[in-house]
């Protein structure tokens, strides 16, 4: 499968603990996207990678959120001190080009924060 | 303030019948992508328009872009219970390098 790959694809967590999430984009693929969906809505976007730069962040994006593209393939998105409001999907997604054109989506990983 | 609506909401339908789904801004896109998404799974790409008036055709669905690229629609032809998912669009703005995404639609089609 070439696809986008998350993992874990479920966590669980105490309020207070720190988690890390991993997104494998499909392979060269330059442009590297994190998104935040609650029930019922539409994902939000959270910061974009081009390679290892991390170009932009958004506001949603709180100082206990980071987000590492190290070596322009896979990333991290590491949440510290975890809060229940912080309860989502977390969506990866990449593209070919440099723009935010046709996005390609892996399936996400489900945060529950008890 | 959401730059994205989407109407409607929810949409409960019989098998067999045609529905369409829109998505409105006041913002005008570079481009906007339909996506459907299924429970603990991401959306997945449908399709891509990109100018103005263009229409596109993926069997049952056709998808239009709006002239002024601020709006757009989804039509359904004869619905199947495989249709059944949440149905977003996600807009490209000009200038910006992210999507952003609508409200989303839920479909269900019952057999």
């Known amino acids: ?114 | 303030t959401q730059l994205l609506e989407q109407s409607p909401q929810f949409l409960s339908i019989q098998e067999g019948e045609n529905l369409t789904v829109y998505c409105n801004s006041s913002s005008v896109f570079s481009s906007l992508q339909w996506y459907r998404q299924e429970p603990g799974e991401g959306p997945v790409l449908l399709v891509t328009v990109v100018t103005g008036g263009e229409v596109k055709k993926l069997k049952r669905l056709t998808f239009q872009f709006g002239d002024a690229r601020k709006d757009s629609s989804l039509h359904i032809t004869a619905a199947q219970p495989g249709d059944t998912g949440l149905y977003l669009c996600a807009g490209d703005l000009r200038d910006t390098d992210k999507l952003i995404f609508g409200t989303g639609t839920r479909l269900q089609v019952f057999p």
């Open chain 1, 1 to 114: 499968d070439t696809g986008v790959s998350q993992n874990p694809r479920h966590k669980i967590t105490k309020r207070g603990q720190n988690v890390t999430f991993r997104c494998d984009p499909i392979s060269e693929h330059n442009r590297l996207y994190w998104y935040r969906q609650t029930l019922g809505q539409g994902p939000e976007f959270l910061t974009y990678f081009q390679n290892e730069a991390q170009l932009e962040k958004s506001r949603l994006l709180s100082d206990r959120f980071s987000a590492e593209r190290p070596k322009g393939s896979f990333s991290t998105l590491e949440i510290q001190r975890t809060e229940q409001g912080d309860s989502a999907m977390y969506l990866c997604a990449s593209t070919p080009g440099t723009g935010a054109y046709e996005q390609y989506f892996g399936p996400g990983t489900r945060l529950t924060v008890t």
